[in-house]
């Protein structure tokens, strides 16, 4: 793989554009995404020269995966990676194997950061890797990417792993913070520091779509054993009273 890799992120939306302007630091990047034909700050290109880039960075809804690799995944030359951006590994990798030519590589990421949760900076944020069919070369190349360019620090997980921990982290996460949304605490006129710390996870929950928090539950297998697992504590708790 060349030491300047020819770039594309397919998806430009909220996270899509964000970690697209961080590799845009370092490399040309372009852009595909069905709903955006023009901007000053992207290059905008047809989906088929995004899919012949070297290294393809994968962001469109999870709910979207499967459909675009039926349509678009035997387009991809075997030269390219597909690397997948979701917050669910499960999925992603059942559709790459089922939808991907067997000699086409991908690897499994996530990056654990967001636009809300690195404002100021991603160095030192984290970044799951969770294997893939990826080629030792390869894999290198894009984990000095993450971590010398990027200044990211790598977690390798499994998928099984990464989705059974991510069911605590967001899909729990951005259920109660949708909760206490619903129920008004960002407009309380007295906060103690925890219930400010609770607000400030209700601000960022909310700053993420709604199709998000549906994909969550509906493509993570853990996340809603972890919500009966809470709605279950919870009335242990409430019964205590």
């Known amino acids: 793989m060349e030491n300047i890799p020819k770039i594309s992120l397919v998806g430009a939306g909220r996270f899509g554009s964000f970690f697209g302007e961080e590799l845009s630091r370092f490399f040309e990047v372009i852009y595909y995404d069905k ?39 035997k387009k991809i030359p075997s030269s390219s990676v597909l690397i997948d951006l979701s917050s669910v590994k499960l999925k992603p990798e059942e559709c790459c194997i089922k939808y991907l030519p067997s000699g086409n590589q991908y690897y ?20 799951v890797t969770a294997g893939g069919r990826i080629n030792g070369e390869s894999k290198a190349f894009i984990d000095k990417v993450f971590t010398d360019k990027l200044k990211l620090s790598i977690l390798e997980l499994s998928p099984d792993v990464h989705d059974r921990l991510m069911a605590y982290n967001l899909s729990l996460m951005h259920h109660l913070g949708r909760a206490f949304n619903e129920m008004g605490i960002l407009d309380l006129e007295l906060k103690m520091r925890s219930l400010s710390d609770i607000s400030r996870i209700t601000q960022f929950v909310m700053n993420d779509s709604e199709q998000l928090f549906r994909d969550f539950y509906k493509y993570n297998p853990y996340s809603n054993q972890i919500r009966l697992e809470f709605e279950k504590s919870f009335s242990k708790i409430s019964g205590i009273l």
């Open 35 to 73: 709903k955006k034909q023009d901007c000053h700050t992207k290059i905008y290109k047809d989906l088929d020269e995004c899919l012949n880039r070297e290294l393809i960075f994968l962001a469109i809804p999870i709910s979207e995966i499967e459909n675009f690799l039926i349509e678009n995944g």
């Open 108 to 127: 499994l990421t996530h990056p654990l950061f967001g636009p809300d949760s690195a404002k100021f900076s991603i160095e030192g944020q984290k970044i």
